[in-house]
């Protein structure tokens, strides 16, 4: 399970001393914390594995648009820690798909659902994120979608 592997991750980093790496985990372990606080009053015990991944795609996310604030302003220190940063927590992640394999999976599930139109997207966009949570940016598939579909 993704929690034990983030856990182990943890404590070897804690051991061997690498701050800046146990300072990511913490912030991951905290991140899926609150997600199981928020989850309990909704009668849910903890996070799933699938929860876990929208939890690290959506730090990547901000880590991502906060390094190029960051290097917009001049900031490369903080960019780079940022950049650190996105790579530690992308050790969880899946594999993403590259541009070809996004193009190969869009024009399957465009067959397998006979969209047509950009109302269809919808549905698209729904079986991306169920078959390959955490495999595919859902920005960068939309657009791919919108051009496909438009």
């Given at each position: 399970m993704l929690?034990?592997?983030i856990a182990d991750s943890m404590k070897a980093a804690q051991k061997g001393?690498?701050?800046k790496r146990t300072s990511t985990l913490r912030l991951i372990h905290a991140a899926i914390v609150d997600r199981d606080i928020a989850l309990r009053g909704k009668g849910k015990d903890r996070a799933d594995d699938e929860e876990v991944l929208d939890i690290l795609a959506k730090m990547v996310k901000q880590r991502e648009e906060s390094s190029t604030l960051y290097?917009?302003?001049g900031r490369q220190d903080l960019a780079e820690q940022e950049l650190t940063e996105i790579g530690i927590i992308?050790?969880?992640m899946?594999?993403?798909?590259?541009?070809?394999?996004?193009?190969?999976?869009?024009?399957?599930l465009v067959e397998e659902t006979?969209?047509?139109s950009l109302r269809d997207m919808g549905k698209i966009m729904g079986l991306l994120k169920e078959r390959y949570r955490g495999q595919v940016d859902?920005?960068?598939?939309?657009?791919?979608?919108?051009e496909k579909l438009g």
């Amino acid at each position: 399970m993704l929690r034990e592997q983030i856990a182990d991750s943890m404590k070897a980093a804690q051991k061997g001393q690498d701050r800046k790496r146990t300072s990511t985990l913490r912030l991951i372990h905290a991140a899926i914390v609150d997600r199981d606080i928020a989850l309990r009053g909704k009668g849910k015990d903890r996070a799933d594995d699938e929860e876990v991944l929208d939890i690290l795609a959506k730090m990547v996310k901000q880590r991502e648009e906060s390094s190029t604030l960051y290097t917009k302003g001049g900031r490369q220190d903080l960019a780079e820690q940022e950049l650190t940063e996105i790579g530690i927590i992308k050790e969880f992640m899946p594999e993403q798909l590259d541009d070809a394999e996004l193009d190969g999976v869009i024009a399957e599930l465009v067959e397998e659902t006979g969209a047509q139109s950009l109302r269809d997207m919808g549905k698209i966009m729904g079986l991306l994120k169920e078959r390959y949570r955490g495999q595919v940016d859902m920005g960068r598939a939309g657009a791919k979608l919108k051009e496909k579909l438009g």
